[in-house]
């Protein structure tokens, strides 16, 4: 069984939804896909100049609650070593290219985020 949050009950996991995230470097957001269709979009802050955020697919290959410091509430590790989809002790930074190749998201978002989709959820950045 799996607990979906939104609809406050737990469904068999042969029907949980099927999430996708696509991250647009350039309109700094994330997308949260649900079976194929718009669930939600993130305001994100993403990776400086120096250190940009990564493009290509990968996939979610661990989660940390309350990592704490710079990565905020959640932490989203994902299968490009020593890169994520993280909260921010830094809210103002949402929005801008400031992090070091991660992505950021407002706490609340990513609490939000980390809740709904499992390891091994597919993570497109363009």
Request: hydrophobic share 35%; with cysteine.
């Amino acid at each position: 069984m799996y607990f979906y949050p939104y609809a406050n009950v737990f469904i068999p996991y042969a029907t949980r939804p099927a999430y996708k995230i696509l991250i647009n470097t350039a309109a700094r957001t994330l997308t949260l896909y649900e079976n194929g269709k718009v669930f939600k979009v993130y305001p994100i802050a993403i990776g400086k100049p120096s250190t940009p955020t990564p493009k290509g697919n990968f996939t979610i290959v661990n989660k940390a609650f309350n990592p704490g410091g710079p990565f905020g509430a959640r932490w989203l590790g994902l299968s490009k070593p020593s890169y994520g989809i993280h909260g921010t002790n830094n809210p103002s930074s949402i929005g801008k290219a400031v992090s070091n190749g991660c992505v950021r998201l407002y706490n609340a978002n990513i609490i939000e985020l980390y809740n709904l989709v499992p390891i091994g959820t597919p993570v497109n950045i363009i």
